[in-house]
């Protein structure tokens, strides 16, 4: 079975061999969908005072439903770093699992 990518961000373009979502509804549902994915990368901030991309880290840390990597590409410096933090607790606490690779690597809101 294929892995595909997910791209989360509501301003930014996702790269080309992504699927790209703009909300946390939009990406929990693809996830929920079961195929694996090989690497997630998730923005904070999703211009709406809804779920943003928190939401997302704690969906798969309750499902404990994990891609092979996770990217927090989010500029919003204080928010992608909790993301990043609680996704580093969970692997120190064997929630998430060893192999996953879980990197912070903000982008600019234009590139």
Known sequence: MQRCNIFLDD????PDDYIVVKTA???????KTGEPVSHLSL???LG???KNGFEVILY??????????ITIHS???PEGKKMYQHLLEGKRTGTVPEHVKVTHRPLPLTF
């Not at 301003?11 to 996702?14: E, F, L, N």
């Not at 509804?25 to 996830?31: A, D, G, K, R, S």
Request: charged content about 35%.
């Open 11 to 14: 301003v930014r373009p996702g």
């Open 25 to 31: 509804e939009e990406c929990i549902l693809l996830l």
């Open 43 to 45: 923005d904070h901030d």
């Open 48 to 50: 709406s005072k809804r």
């Open 60 to 69: 798969l840390l309750e499902n404990q439903h994990f891609p092979d990597r």
């Open 75 to 77: 500029a919003n410096a």
